[in-house]
């Protein structure tokens, strides 16, 4: 009688730690950086998580509200996410749900209710991408707010398609920095046309389509970081502002050597430079913008202006995706 009281108990105290470890990561880069990520035992309880939402349980369960997004999250990654995808595009989606809760807790038919919408509505977005490749990479699920009675959280998923076959740029790569809305850009110096791209896409796009990954997903903690050039400057750079002076393209209307149509050497530099920021840890000499112990995801490009004073800064910035890569998952199509 003893020994079966122990081993209730045991699986008793496993389930609470299994409980705790749902909870949504937001720690900073520090933090992470002095705790490393165990990918063990993320694993195990993504696969907890994604057990309870997608199986029958009593209609009395419920769970945390802090740890809804985490089994929202983790569900669907597990189950559609496909993180060796490649192609030349990527279509970002998000949309907004509401949770009725109860003293602080969510019942897990309502868990099981909105991973359905979240996934019906990625396969909307999914259905409307004319292409024969096509694949979710990931789907970050965040909460926006909260009240008495019931919790908004944002899925924002990440769709690569497309099939071109881009390695480097070579020498009709001449492309405008931005394309100012469609208006404006494309081609330029030697070649035109094409103007629905630029630089900043065609960079981005050469970024996706040379990643490579087994097969897998990607599990929480998800996160998003901005970069903008001068996070990223060229320990190598001779003082000029003509060339290189960051890993991603930034020049000065004032300068003698301000030019808005980038070479073919200068696409396949900032390429080399966004892959730096994209793969390389923040830790050390010339840091990327990856944090320890997370994979890269996808790139978000696009160009820009702003104005300080009596001159105008035309730039390259965007936003990295990033995640724990785990080997396997379901990797159902949507």
């Given at each position: 009688?003893?020994?079966?009281m122990?081993?209730?108990?045991?699986?008793v105290?496993?389930l609470?730690?299994?409980?705790i470890?749902?909870?949504?990561?937001?720690?900073?880069?520090?933090?992470e950086?002095?705790?490393p990520i165990?990918?063990?035992?993320i694993?195990s309880?993504?696969?907890?998580?994604?057990?309870?939402?997608?199986n029958?349980l009593?209609?009395?369960d419920s769970?945390?509200?802090d740890?809804?997004?985490?089994?929202?999250e983790?569900?669907s990654?597990?189950?559609?996410?496909?993180?060796?995808?490649?192609?030349?595009?990527?279509?970002?989606?998000?949309?907004?749900?509401t949770?009725?809760?109860?003293?602080?807790?969510?019942?897990?038919?309502?868990?099981r209710?909105?991973?359905s919408?979240?996934?019906?509505?990625?396969?909307?977005?999914?259905?409307?991408?004319?292409?024969?490749?096509?694949?979710l990479?990931?789907?970050e699920?965040?909460?926006?707010?909260?009240?008495?009675?019931?919790?908004n959280?944002?899925?924002?998923?990440?769709?690569?398609?497309?099939n071109?076959?881009?390695?480097?740029f070579?020498?009709?790569?001449?492309w405008?920095?931005?394309?100012?809305?469609?208006?404006?850009?494309?081609?330029?110096g030697p070649?035109?046309?094409?103007?629905?791209?630029d630089?900043?896409?065609?960079?981005?796009?050469?970024?996706?389509l040379?990643?490579g990954?087994?097969?897998?997903?990607y599990?929480p903690p998800?996160?998003?970081?901005?970069i903008?050039?001068?996070?990223?400057?060229?320990?190598?750079?001779s003082?000029?502002d003509?060339?290189?002076?960051?890993?991603?393209?930034?020049?000065?209307s004032?300068?003698?050597?301000?030019?808005?149509c980038?070479a073919?050497?200068?696409?396949?530099?900032y390429?080399n430079g966004a892959?730096?920021?994209?793969?390389?840890?923040?830790?050390?000499?010339n840091?990327?913008?990856?944090?320890?112990?997370?994979?890269?995801?996808?790139?978000?490009?696009?160009?820009d202006m702003?104005?300080p004073m009596?001159?105008?800064?035309?730039?390259?910035?965007?936003?990295?995706?990033?995640?724990?890569?785990?080997?396997?998952g379901?990797?159902?199509p949507?």
């Amino acid at each position: 009688m003893k020994t079966n009281m122990l081993k209730l108990l045991s699986v008793v105290i496993l389930l609470i730690i299994l409980v705790i470890g749902c909870k949504k990561n937001q720690t900073s880069t520090t933090e992470e950086k002095s705790n490393p990520i165990n990918i063990q035992k993320i694993e195990s309880v993504v696969k907890y998580c994604t057990d309870r939402v997608q199986n029958s349980l009593k209609t009395t369960d419920s769970i945390p509200i802090d740890s809804t997004s985490y089994y929202l999250e983790a569900a669907s990654n597990y189950t559609h996410g496909i993180a060796s995808a490649h192609g030349d595009s990527q279509k970002i989606d998000s949309t907004v749900f509401t949770i009725h809760c109860n003293n602080k807790k969510v019942a897990l038919t309502d868990i099981r209710s909105i991973y359905s919408a979240i996934i019906d509505s990625i396969r909307v977005s999914y259905m409307k991408i004319v292409s024969s490749n096509k694949n979710l990479i990931a789907v970050e699920v965040s909460s926006v707010s909260e009240q008495s009675d019931q919790i908004n959280v944002k899925a924002v998923s990440v769709i690569i398609y497309g099939n071109s076959q881009l390695g480097r740029f070579d020498t009709t790569d001449y492309w405008l920095w931005w394309n100012m809305g469609g208006n404006y850009g494309g081609k330029c110096g030697p070649y035109s046309g094409q103007t629905n791209l630029d630089a900043a896409i065609e960079i981005q796009q050469h970024v996706m389509l040379r990643k490579g990954l087994s097969n897998g997903y990607y599990a929480p903690p998800i996160v998003f970081s901005n970069i903008f050039p001068e996070d990223f400057t060229n320990p190598n750079h001779s003082g000029s502002d003509c060339y290189f002076k960051y890993y991603l393209y930034e020049n000065v209307s004032t300068s003698s050597c301000c030019h808005l149509c980038l070479a073919p050497f200068e696409m396949n530099w900032y390429l080399n430079g966004a892959e730096h920021i994209c793969y390389d840890s923040e830790n050390g000499l010339n840091p990327g913008a990856r944090p320890d112990g997370l994979s890269f995801i996808s790139l978000d490009l696009t160009g820009d202006m702003i104005y300080p004073m009596n001159y105008t800064v035309y730039l390259i910035h965007g936003t990295v995706k990033y995640g724990v890569f785990i080997q396997g998952g379901n990797q159902l199509p949507l």
